[in-house]
């Protein structure tokens, strides 16, 4: 069974940094790709940033580029999401997924809220 579990989000001011976890389970981490994604209250869901399984190309949206970092450990079967330069409207609940052949699963997110 494939789980995703996020943590590390929290309460920051504008320019501060946080770092997202999510602990993956159920595939082996490294061949599928993996996201983070994010949805703001009253919005719908924003595509962030995209690690490629087996590659490891890295993509991101042009509104955190240069701000955020994704990365795999496969030791540790955990993804991470480094945030900098935080702005208000980073704040919103982020979601880790992994597309596994076609099926796409999510965790129950990890909420952040910039604000000063």
């Known amino acids: 069974e494939v789980q995703l579990v996020e943590s590390g989000g929290g309460l920051v001011q504008p320019g501060d940094s946080l770092r997202l976890s999510c602990a993956a389970s159920g595939f082996t981490f490294g061949s599928f790709d993996m996201y983070w994604v994010r949805q703001a209250p009253g919005k719908g869901p924003e595509w962030v940033s995209r690690l490629t399984g087996g590659t490891g190309t890295i993509h991101y949206a042009d509104s955190v580029k240069g701000r955020f970092t994704i990365s795999g450990d496969n030791a540790k079967n955990t993804l991470y999401l480094q945030m900098d330069s935080l702005r208000p409207e980073d704040t919103a609940l982020y979601y880790c997924?992994?597309?596994?052949?076609?099926?796409?699963?999510r965790g129950q997110g990890t909420q952040v809220t910039v604000s000063s």
């Open positions: 997924g992994v597309d596994v052949r076609g099926r796409y699963y």
